[in-house]
């Protein structure tokens, strides 16, 4: 039954029954065999069928949900047996938004000390996607805001507060001054994060509460590209303060303090609303919690 409902959820997230087969390494005859063997047992048809993938139906669109939640206990059971047996050690899946990606470092650091048999996989993406990949069981954990859009089903480990700066040559407009407000931020050539990255829309929303339009001339969803432009001298960005810290700032790049209002959201570490946690899941809660006031400073 676990293998199943393991082939339903790669069926879900693929929405193809080639390309789900070929995730968990069955062919498409077993596939869709186990699929219907499924629909046997539960006496109800799960998904629409045609010359391809189709959808659901509503019983399987419930029956994707309680899925979620089978496997998901029976990896934590699994883990939890494997950790009474055995060091605590596998993978740990963190989906993360870019612009908490220079503090990761911070958990995965101390946890790895004290257990070094665990590896890690981050991904960036966008807050949207992380609450996605980690209601689809894709990933174990999230980094994201808290507090801004709605998070769902999902417990929260705050972390620390996001402040923003201006990046911006020393040169350039208002490159000289200790403080800048969000009036004078939107005067500037700014290169900034996609409209789909939640930072994004928290610097729209300050900008137009200013007064300004936001016309960016430059847009990516990399980090790393809006700083190579920065650092040209020719564009500025607006970044949170912590990934400024990170950065270590050459003198090309000056990191100011925006104000006039000074704006904070809530960065927070995202686990699935399921008792017990597995060990590793656990473990990182502990850290977490940990380093938490360490990253306030």
């Not at 995965?108 to 000390?113: D, L, Q, S, V, W």
């Not at 507090?147 to 507060?161: A, F, K, M, S």
Request: glycine share 6%; charged share 25%.
């Amino acid at each position: 039954m676990i293998d199943k409902l393991e082939l339903l959820l790669a069926l879900a997230k693929e929405r193809h029954f080639g390309r789900a087969a070929e995730t968990c390494g069955v062919t498409q005859p077993t596939m869709s065999t186990s699929i219907k063997q499924l629909e046997e047992i539960l006496g109800v048809m799960l998904v629409q069928r045609g010359s391809r993938f189709q959808g659901f139906t509503p019983e399987g669109e419930r029956t994707l949900d309680w899925a979620r939640r089978i496997v998901g206990d029976f990896r934590a059971m699994r883990q939890e047996i494997n950790g009474l047996k055995d060091k605590l050690s596998g993978e740990i899946r963190i989906a993360a938004v870019p612009t908490v990606l220079g503090m990761v470092a911070s958990l995965t650091t101390p946890f790895r000390a004290k257990h070094p048999e665990v590896r890690f996989r981050i991904m960036s993406c966008t807050s949207a996607d992380v609450l996605g990949l980690l209601e689809n069981l894709e990933v174990d954990a999230g980094l994201t805001y808290i507090e801004n859009e709605p998070i769902g089903r999902v417990r929260t480990i705050p972390l620390y507060n996001e402040s923003y700066r201006l990046l911006t040559a020393p040169d350039a407009m208002f490159g000289d001054r200790d403080q800048v407000t969000w009036q004078e931020v939107g005067q500037v050539p700014l290169c900034l994060l996609t409209p789909d990255m939640q930072n994004r829309r928290i610097i729209d929303r300050a900008l137009k509460a200013a007064g300004n339009e936001v016309t960016p001339t430059l847009t990516s969803n990399s980090l790393l590209v809006l700083y190579t432009h920065v650092k040209t001298g020719r564009w500025a960005s607006v970044m949170p303060a912590k990934l400024a810290e990170t950065l270590g700032l050459a003198d090309k790049v000056r990191s100011i303090p925006i104000i006039d209002p000074v704006i904070n959201y809530q960065i927070g570490l995202v686990i699935p609303q399921r008792d017990p946690m597995t060990p590793l899941i656990a473990s990182l809660v502990q850290i977490a919690r940990e380093v938490a006031p360490t990253l306030q400073a």
